[in-house]
C-alpha cells in the first residue's frame, strides 16, 4: 500500500536541543536529523521536510508561524499531503498552535508537537511525540479537526490545550473539555468527540499591539494607563478568578478608554469554566465591566483571548464586531 504523505516542520525547541554544561541546552537538531535518526518515524508516512528556523519557542515570532502555516497549506493542496506535523518548544505551544488554527482552512490535519526532555536526556521524549503526531496527521479520522497538539500520548483541540504542568511528560489538559483522544499501542489515534467553536480568518496581517494585563488585590490603574499611553490598540484584562472584576482604580481608567471606544476582553483568572454571564456588580464587578461596553471571554483564557485579538483587529471597524466574534468562539 502507498504510504500518507505527511509534512514535517521543524522550527526548534527543546524536542531539538542538545546540552551544554556550559550553556545550558539550545537548539542543535533538524527534521532531517530526526528521521536519520529514528527511522521507525517513517514507517507511518512518506515524510517531507521544511525548516523554516531552529529557534528556542521563546524567538518563535508569530510571523513566522502565519509563513509557514501558508506555505504548509499551500503545499497540502498541490501535492496532496495527508496532513502536517509542527515541532517547537512547548512554552508557546498553546498561542502558537492556536494561532495556526484561526488561519487553518483545510481538512487535512495540523498537528504541533514538542518534548519536554532535550535530546541529551536518556528518557528523551523527542522520538516518540513525533511518531505519534505522525501517526495522527496520517489519520483519516484526523481531517477536519484543524490544529492539534499531540503530546505525551494524548491528542488535544489547539483552541482548548493550556500547559499546566511545568515537568511532567505529559504537561497539557483541555480543562473545559478533556483531550480530542490518544495514540494507543503506537499505532493508532482514537478519538473521543470533535474539536467545537473552531472558525477561521483571512488575514496577512497581525495586530501585535495587544496586552495581557493581570489584575491582582489593591492593583492600581498605572500598568493599565501605561499600556493605553504607550499605543496598545487592545487589553486582554486577566480579571479577578470566578465571575471576573477589577480593582475601582482600575474600574476608572477602564471607563475613560471605554468612553473612546477602545476594546478590553475580560478573561478571568479561573482556568476552568466560564464568565460570559457573571452577574457580580459593586462597581467594578463583572456586571460594570460588561455594562460599560468590556467583552468576555467566554471560557477562552486571557493567553488564548489575545491570540484572537491579534488575528481579528485588523479585520474589524469597532468593538460590537469583536463582541459577536467572541460570542460565537468563546460561550
Not at 504523505?5 to 533538524?30: H, Q
Not at 496581517?205 to 488585590?217: Q, R
Not at 490603574?221 to 480593582?247: M, W
Request: proline share 6%; hydrophobic share 45%.
Amino acid at each position: 500500500m502507498t504510504k500518507p504523505k505527511v509534512l514535517l516542520i521543524s522550527t526548534g525547541g527543546t524536542i531539538s536541543s542538545k546540552f551544554d554544561p556550559a550553556k545550558g541546552y539550545s537548539p542543535a537538531l533538524t527534521g532531517a536529523d530526526f528521521l536519520a535518526d529514528f527511522p521507525i518515524i517513517g514507517e507511518f508516512a512518506d515524510i517531507e521536510i521544511m525548516q523554516p528556523c531552529n529557534v528556542l519557542s521563546f524567538a518563535l515570532s508569530p510571523a513566522t508561524i502565519m509563513q509557514f502555516v501558508d506555505t504548509a497549506k499551500q503545499r497540502v493542496a498541490q501535492e496532496g499531503l495527508a496532513g502536517v506535523v509542527v515541532t517547537q518548544g512547548t512554552a508557546t505551544l498553546e498561542e502558537s498552535s492556536y494561532l495556526a488554527d484561526l488561519f487553518w482552512d483545510v481538512d487535512a490535519p495540523l498537528v504541533f508537537t514538542g518534548s519536554m526532555l532535550n535530546s541529551s536526556e536518556r528518557d528523551w521524549d523527542g522520538p516518540k511525540n513525533i511518531m505519534n503526531s505522525v501517526i495522527v496527521a496520517a489519520s483519516p479520522e484526523a481531517r477536519g479537526k484543524g490544529a492539534m497538539i499531540c503530546l505525551g500520548g494524548d491528542v488535544h483541540a489547539a483552541r482548548d490545550a493550556t500547559k499546566i504542568h511545568k515537568t511532567s511528560l505529559a504537561p497539557l489538559a483541555s480543562l473545559n473539555t478533556g483531550p480530542l483522544g490518544m495514540v494507543i499501542n503506537k499505532r493508532q489515534v482514537v478519538f473521543y468527540r470533535a474539536p467545537l467553536r473552531r472558525k477561521t480568518f483571512k488575514t496577512n496581517t497581525l495586530e501585535m499591539a495587544v496586552d495581557i494585563i493581570k489584575v491582582g488585590i489593591g492593583d492600581d490603574s498605572r500598568l493599565l494607563d501605561a499600556s493605553i499611553a504607550s499605543g496598545a490598540r487592545a487589553i486582554v484584562l486577566e480579571a479577578f478568578p470566578g465571575g471576573g472584576g477589577v480593582t475601582p482604580e482600575m474600574m476608572v481608567s477602564v471607563k475613560e478608554a471605554r468612553a473612546k471606544d477602545f476594546i478590553f476582553v475580560m478573561a478571568p483568572r479561573s482556568p476552568i469554566g466560564s464568565a460570559a454571564l457573571a452577574g457580580a456588580s459593586g462597581g467594578c464587578g463583572p456586571f460594570d465591566l460588561r455594562q460599560c461596553g468590556v467583552i468576555p471571554a467566554g471560557d477562552l483564557a486571557a493567553i488564548k483571548a489575545r491570540i484572537v485579538l491579534m488575528v481579528v483587529l485588523p479585520l474589524i471597524t469597532n468593538a460590537e464586531e469583536v463582541r459577536n466574534i467572541f460570542s460565537e468562539i468563546a460561550p
